[in-house]
Nanobody
């Protein structure tokens, strides 16, 4: 089992920056990919960014490329999501997720069903 705890959410104005953190505990050695997803009211949970622990290769949704950066600290078992130039449409609950699956691709998973463990989420609200 892997436990994930997100933190860092909040309320801010458009154009601002925020850094989310996701601390992993438990059987973390089995985690291969770490991802961030978000869910706005009335919408499905969507992929935001992901990173592969072994190579640090990253993947991003088109909507956040150039604005968000995912990074990981292996020593701390923590993944970060640095969010810059935030827009009102970035408002959502942000979830951290961990995947223990092998992949033939060099890039981390971008789909929800590839992730096995999820955090409880942290709210990000961006006002215009």
């Amino acid at each position: 089992q892997v436990q994930l705890v997100e933190s860092g959410g909040g309320l801010l104005q458009a154009g601002g920056s925020l850094r989310l953190s996701c601390a992993a505990s438990g059987r973390t050695f089995g985690s291969r990919d770490m991802g961030w997803f978000r869910q706005a009211p009335g919408l499905e949970r969507e992929f935001v960014a992901a990173i592969r622990w072994s190579s640090s290769i990253t993947n991003y949704a088109e909507s956040v490329k150039g604005r968000f950066t995912i990074s990981g600290d292996n020593a701390k078992n923590t993944v970060y999501l640095q969010m810059n130039s935030l827009k009102p449409e970035d408002t959502a609950v942000y979830y951290c997720a961990a995947s223990i699956r092998y992949s033939v691709s060099s890039y981390p998973y971008t789909t929800r069903d590839a992730y096995d463990y999820w955090g409880q989420g942290t709210q990000v609200t961006v006002s215009s």
